[in-house]
């Protein structure tokens, strides 16, 4: 197993078009990273740089402390998931998944051992002699990741593999490579643009935007810290709700005035907002940090009509609008929403989170 | 339910028009196959009637007397040559047009495509000029150079986009597996393009068999000729005797047969094939 650095990297296309811009990640040994971001952020083309499948324009990548910028994929000692799976279709599994050994020229014996040992381990042991065309989505996924697991390599990676499966079968692969992740402590860089399964799985999460990381840190980190806006609302579903206010002092009370609304700033937020005061700034409040009350709270509440009510079973998911804002929050079953209904909600003001109006960062102690 | 449905006036009117066109092909070879059976008094008594017996002489005449095997065995050498040949360099240089795209290959790849426009008797003379100046005049070897070349840019056309059609993935996990450029073209490209393949092998193996002018010009010996020309001389040579040359047409006839029913499966996937999954 192996660490891997990425010290400056950027990658800039033919025609000039830059898709990473100097990315400083360290990937400790045996850690599974999970490089997250919308589509054209510079996730995957990231990957493609430490597989050695895309040329470097500026920094140096290292692997176990070695420069590794102009070696080529096969002897970075790496292996990798695509999204399609890439299995070769002239190919049974079990040819498949020896491959890479042959071309490596491992021991039959060997090639034999380590192609059933994983598949045991991925439960496809009666799939060996199918070819990739008689096989479901998540068949041929587990293929490409036993595919993986034979060659035993330093770093696995993942290049958004369970994009391709249903919603069901993604929960099932999501937890299996988590398994796996804990039963070969390898170290795993691993592509998606689903920040569930970023927040599920992974160590430690890279948020990408635009080419550029924005915040690298432990999931849960990420979703109590964000550092901008953008990784505050990339972070968590449903999003973080974000509303544009103005802040007020009142009787040495801060608050946080919308068109509709005004309510108090607590805690730790208060010297961060104070600087503010009279101007405009953002005002960030999760889902699950708005809470339903029955009466109105001056100063701490916020009325706000529903427009539609989603019940998911264990919790009820009510999009809402304060006049000048859409706002979604996620609530107990416990009490009867209609749509139309004027609700007075009442935000955790110690967990709001504000942010610079100009500059979109969150302003954190 | 009744499954079968009476037949319309339009299917009717196509299915007619394909059992004509279907005979307008079939016939030919079934004329040169009664006749090739017949004596010369029986051909010219009915030329469509059927063979009296099942007289295999024409063929055996053909063989011994204008010993056309001999030809034969020219034209295969130089057929089969060609098709492996432009296989091989055709599947290397599509794949790079295919999937490794370099600076100016787009360039490339359109002027190899447009030589395919030039006719082959442009450059046939000078090529004579040459070959004889290299001494190769009657051999096999200027016969295959020039069929290769003729045959390279359509190989090209074809194959590169047949080769666009595998996943980028697949090439990039056999990179990633451990091979290097002759690997993946060995492992995954001639395996995964092989309708295509087979296909164009097809079709170079029939053109290069059927050419007419580059042989004509560059074997002048009898020896050394292709069936294809050599059948040419039957016509002053046994102009009297149809049934001779019938026999001797059937001949050069069978290795195209046989290479069509060898590949056939494959020339239905190659050419309907577009989508790889």
Known sequence: ???????????????????????????????????????????????????????????????????????????RDIAMVFQNYALYPHMTVYDNMAFGLKIRKFPKAEIDNRVREAAKILDIGMLLERKPKALSGGQRQRVAVGRAIVRQPKVFLFDEPLSNLDAKLRVQMRAEISALHNRLQATMIYVTHDQVEAMTMGDKIVVMKDGFIQQIGDPLGLYNFPINRFVAGFIGSPPMN???????????????????????VTGRNIP????????????????????????????????????????????????????AHQLVARVPTDHVYKVGDVASFIPNMDKAIFFDAETEKALLP | ?????????????????????????????????????????????????????????????????????INMMNSLIISVSSVLITALLGIIASYVFAKRRFRGSGAVYMAIIFSMFMPNAVTLIPLYFLYSRLGLINTSLSVISCLVTASMPSTIMLLTAYFRSIPNDVVEAAVIDGCGFMGIVRNVIFPMGK????????????????EFLTPLVLLTKKETQTVVVALSALVGRYHSDPPYQMAGLAIATIPAVIMYLFFQRYLVEGVSAGSLK
Request: charged share 20%; aromatic share 10%.
């Open chain 1, 1 to 75: 197993m192996a660490t891997v650095e990425l010290k400056g990297i950027s990658k800039v296309y033919d025609g000039g078009v830059k898709a990473v811009n100097d990315a400083n990640i360290i990937i400790q040994d045996r850690e599974f990273v999970v490089l997250v971001g919308p589509s054209g952020c510079g996730k995957t083309t990231t990957l493609r740089m430490i597989a050695g499948l895309e040329d470097i324009t500026e920094g140096e990548l290292t692997i176990d402390g070695k420069l590794v910028n102009d070696v080529p994929p096969k002897d």
């Open chain 1, 242 to 264: 974000f509303m544009d206010v103005q802040i007020a002092e009142e009787g040495g009370t801060l608050f946080a005035v919308e068109k509709n609304f005004r309510v108090a």
């Open chain 1, 272 to 323: 961060l907002v104070k600087p503010y005061i009279g101007k405009n700034i953002i005002f960030g409040i999760r889902p699950e940090d708005l809470t339903f009350s029955d009466r109105e709270a001056p100063g701490k509440s916020m009325k706000i009509t529903v427009e539609v009510v989603e019940p998911l079973g264990a919790e009820i998911h009510l999009y809402m609008n304060t006049g």
């Open chain 2, 1 to 69: 339910m009744n499954s079968r449905r009476s037949p319309n006036l339009t299917s009717v009117l196509i299915f007619t028009v394909f059992l004509i066109l279907g005979a307008s092909f079939v016939f030919p070879f079934y004329y040169m196959a009664i006749n090739a059976m017949k004596t010369t008094p029986e051909y010219y008594k009915s030329t469509f009637s059927l063979p009296g017996s099942l007289d295999l002489s024409n063929f055996t005449t053909m063989i011994s007397q204008f010993r056309i095997h």
């Open chain 2, 195 to 210: 309708p295509a393949i087979a296909v164009n092998a097809t079709f170079v193996f029939l053109r290069t068999w059927n």
